[in-house]
């Protein structure tokens, strides 16, 4: 005699209430898990210009980004920055840079992916272990442009080829990330985090200087002659002979962003089941 359909439902209601529930907790603890906000602070560089202050602020940088908590113990996040660096042979303590007399400035635009490690267990909107210091270390890409202002003027360095290497370097360079900084659930929904973070790039041309000078001969742009080499504007005496050092000998620039941020989480019912 077969299985009736009253009791065929009576048989599989129950897993099937069981599979509906489970399913309901994994999508809300997933839920629980994202968080989105905005970022802003300063923004830095150390390479040529700036070879000895590791904490030189020299423009600002904002964005955007997504966290996802794996646990109270790891995330990941995705961001988009946009930021300025800048520096200049002006203001520096040192003669031997001071009678050098390059500057720049350069927008960059990284996307980076990051993974982040608390040092407490911290769940954003849970009610407890509101505070945590981590470290992070990623990885990113990042757009840039050096620039220079000429006589009133601003030109974009790469194209111009100041120490005439045979072609224009890239415009974009993978960089390490990382650094550290502290998290706080300052309300329910909303955390506060501040941060220092440093950028290895695998370029030495975040500020177009790198190499040698090289021969005055060799330019045919007026411009880029007059930028290659500005040692003499102030009092006529140029310093930059050809072949000699332009850059320091370091192969990566660094740029670097001091930043608080402000986080969204998408909280839902707990699942006690």
């Excluded at 009736?4 to 809300?28: A, H, S, V």
């Excluded at 997504?66 to 646990?71: I, L, P």
């Excluded at 985090?193 to 007026?222: I, N």
């Amino acid at each position: 005699m077969g299985i009736r359909r009253p009791q065929l439902l009576n048989l599989f209601m129950p897993r099937l209430l069981t599979i509906i529930l489970l399913f309901i907790c994994f999508t809300t603890a997933r839920a629980q898990k994202w968080e989105f906000g905005v970022l802003a602070g300063g923004s830095g560089y150390m390479g040529d210009l700036n070879q000895r202050n590791p904490l030189q602020v020299s423009g600002v940088a904002a964005g955007l980004f997504a966290r996802y908590n794996f646990s109270g113990y790891a995330a990941a996040r995705l961001s988009i920055t946009k930021a300025q660096i800048e520096g200049a042979d002006s203001t520096s303590r040192f003669k031997q840079q001071r009678d050098r007399n390059l500057s720049f400035f350069t927008p960059l635009t990284e996307v980076a992916l990051i993974g982040e490690l608390n040092f407490m267990e911290y769940l954003p909107g849970a009610g407890y272990n509101s505070f945590t210091p981590y470290i992070f270390l990623g990885l990113a890409s990042a757009n840039y442009n050096p620039q220079a202002n000429y006589n009133g003027q601003s030109y974009e360095l790469r194209s111009l080829r100041t120490e005439q290497q045979r072609v224009p370097y890239k415009n974009s360079t993978l960089a390490v990330p990382f650094g550290a900084g502290v998290k706080y659930n300052i309300l329910g929904k909303l955390s506060l985090t501040g941060e220092v973070g440093y950028r290895t790039a695998y370029t030495d041309r975040l500020d177009d200087v790198s190499g040698l000078y090289a021969p005055k001969s060799s330019f045919t742009d007026p411009i880029a002659r007059a930028l290659s080499d500005r040692s003499g504007e102030r009092n006529g005496i140029y310093i930059g002979d050809a072949g000699t050092q332009r850059g320091d000998t370091r192969k990566h620039d660094t740029y670097m962003f001091f930043q608080i941020s402000l986080s969204y989480t998408f909280l839902s019912q707990k699942c006690y089941y």
